[in-house]
């Protein structure tokens, strides 16, 4: 059982164990020409990757866990053209559906292959459901581009023990369950007076004790604090994965932050109470 150590946090312990500029901007992870990702990486360690992706495939361990799944899906082109349910049914945000016959899944999944992704919760049982072995046969992907406002999602389906891409949609960003909040985020994002405005005074965090394993420092910093150590949150194209039907808290959201190869999580919460969002608990 992890322990955990409640203690005040001065401004030298924050420096030390709460500073979140260790991974890379989301525009650094995203905002790369496809071409460039692409020949970053060797060809022979590109066939070892598919090649190994295959061997999964064909064994059957590939479909055991949906982000396993979709972690493949996103670095190989094999996988992509075996999964997609040809011809794609697309809808467009006017309603109006079509057939597609092919994706340039390099450009589509470019947002999912950077250093981290991001899902969002109405609670903890979620949060913590989410770890337990899951049945869910449906899950929704979202890119949602909170610059531009427009969101699109990819419907994956287990079908016959194999996830399949079956459809893709974009969706009118006013219409979405959760455009209230995306619009707080958005601007809570990309404005650094406002996200100090929007902190909770004072913020509760907890972070693991780096000198101790299975240990939490829990305490309380200030806004001030939080924008000198902090200053970086997932901001212009971010994701969101809808694991079966996933509902929404009018009056809290929270967005757990996800390395996709090392495992680190981190966990932001968000309370609305008088009409306005704000960050109320971080933990790491």
């Known amino acids: 059982m992890n322990k955990i150590v409640k203690v005040s946090l001065p401004l030298c312990v924050v420096v030390t164990l709460f500073s979140c500029n260790n991974g890379k901007s989301p525009e650094s992870a995203i905002d790369v020409d496809s071409t460039i990702v692409e020949t970053s990486v060797s060809p022979d360690t590109l066939n070892e990757v598919d090649e190994e992706i295959e061997e999964a495939d064909e064994s059957d361990r590939l479909d055991s866990s949906f982000d396993d799944f979709m972690f493949a899906f996103t670095h190989s082109d094999r996988l992509q ?6 011809p794609l049914a697309y809808t467009d945000a006017d309603g109006e559906t079509k057939k597609i016959n092919s994706l340039n899944c390099a450009a589509e ?9 991001t899902v969002m919760y109405g609670d903890r049982a979620q949060v913590e459901n989410q770890k337990l072995e899951s049945n869910d046969s449906l899950v929704i992907v979202e890119r949602i581009d909170l610059m531009e406002e427009k969101i699109r999602s990819y419907e994956f389906e287990l079908l016959s023990g194999k996830w399949k891409l079956t459809s893709m949609h974009d969706v009118v960003f006013h219409e979405s369950d959760i455009f209230d909040f995306l619009t707080f985020y958005a601007r809570f994002s990309s404005d650094t007076l406002y996200q100090q405005a929007h902190v909770e ?7 693991l004790d780096p000198e101790e394993d299975n240990t939490y420092i829990e305490g309380t910093i200030n806004a001030e604090q939080w924008r000198t150590f902090c200053p ?3 901001q212009g194209i971010i994701s969101n994965i809808r694991y079966g039907v996933q509902k929404y808290n009018p009056r809290k959201m929270l967005m757990q932050k996800s390395g996709s190869s090392n495992g680190l999580q981190e966990l932001f919460v968000f309370t609305k109470e008088d009409h306005e969002w704000r960050l109320t608990t971080y933990e790491n």
């Open 81 to 86: 053209n075996k999964r997609i349910l040809w």
């Open 201 to 207: 005074q004072p913020l509760r965090v907890m972070v």
């Open 109 to 117: 999944f470019r947002f999912l292959k950077g250093d981290f992704f």
């Open 232 to 234: 970086d949150v997932p």
